[in-house]
């Protein structure tokens, strides 16, 4: 009996040691991209909001970030949104818990995501997803250690820069448009965002209420893992709850979908409890 609880307590103590060793390496490298894409940022100049800057834009577009962003309020250089909310996927339906923090540069696309997804006390997923100057990559790991998904590659550096751009929502200041960003006109109530770098464009189609908020995003450029590889699928965020935070109004709630063939497939319901515009 002793020999066995001696085993035992080794086998657990390894499987502690190989956890805790993984969380540490991937919190670290989380931290040099946080500080790089921060320090980055405030080494680049910076737009304010004016009238001036927005009155080329589509109609819609002028009204919603005349309606968001304060006179004067400077382009957020760096921001952090801590989100809570539920998450799911195709190959595993149920919903879980999920916790997260996401950064994001200000000026030029740049993203960090870490999210934990809990289904129990002793069943839960790790997440982390980078994308800086054109490179992208993601890690889904079982308990903090077992490798289940580790993307990187053409599709998911799209799918990111996708993400960025429906999530500028977050940040409005970046959806002014600049060397890396342009509107066009879809019709009274939507527009096009494009975005595009290190050669990849995506684009988003967004559209607003009569109360200059906007409540839907569309995009045909993410991509969702299948079977065997990545596939194009359009997704829909909607957006609702609108709450200030600092200069800025910003959709605190919101649902993803994918827009399947067969059926839509809600995937996400994400509440932001806070918002850091730097």
Not at 157 to 172: D, K, V, Y
Not at 216 to 229: L, P
Not at 256 to 274: G, H, P, S, V
């Amino acid at each position: 009996m002793e020999k066995l609880i001696f085993i035992t307590s080794v086998v657990v103590g390894t499987i502690a040691v190989v956890i805790v060793s993984s969380i540490v390496r991937a919190t670290m490298r989380r931290a040099r991209t946080v500080k790089r894409l921060r320090e980055a940022e405030w080494a680049r100049p910076h737009k304010k909001m004016n009238h001036d800057v927005v009155a080329s834009l589509p109609r819609p577009v002028q009204a919603f970030l005349e309606h968001v962003i304060n006179p004067g309020v400077e382009q957020a250089r760096f921001v952090t949104v801590k989100q809570h909310g539920q998450w799911r996927s195709l190959a595993q339906p149920e919903w879980s818990e999920l916790r997260a923090m996401a950064y994001y540069s200000g000026t030029i696309p740049g993203f960090v995501w870490h999210a934990k997804m809990k289904n129990s006390a002793f069943s839960w997923q790790d997440a982390q997803l980078l994308y800086g100057s054109g490179q992208a990559s993601g890690r889904v790991k079982f308990l903090g250690m077992i490798t289940m998904f580790d993307p990187d590659g053409q599709e998911v550096a799209s799918a990111l820069l996708a993400r960025i751009l429906m999530e500028c929502i977050w940040f409005p200041t970046s959806l002014i448009p600049g060397g890396q960003l342009r509107w066009e006109a879809v019709n009274g109530n939507s527009a096009r965002a494009i975005l595009s770098d290190h050669g990849t464009t995506v684009s988003c189609v967004y559209t607003f209420n009569d109360n200059n908020e906007v409540t839907k995003i569309v995009t045909q450029d993410k991509f969702r893992d299948a079977e065997t590889s990545f596939e194009r699928e359009q997704c829909t965020m909607y957006c609702s709850d609108y709450k200030q935070f600092g200069g800025v109004r910003i959709p605190t709630k919101v649902r993803l979908e994918w827009n399947l063939e067969e059926q839509d497939f809600e995937y996400a319901r994400i509440e932001i409890e806070w918002a850091d515009h730097e």
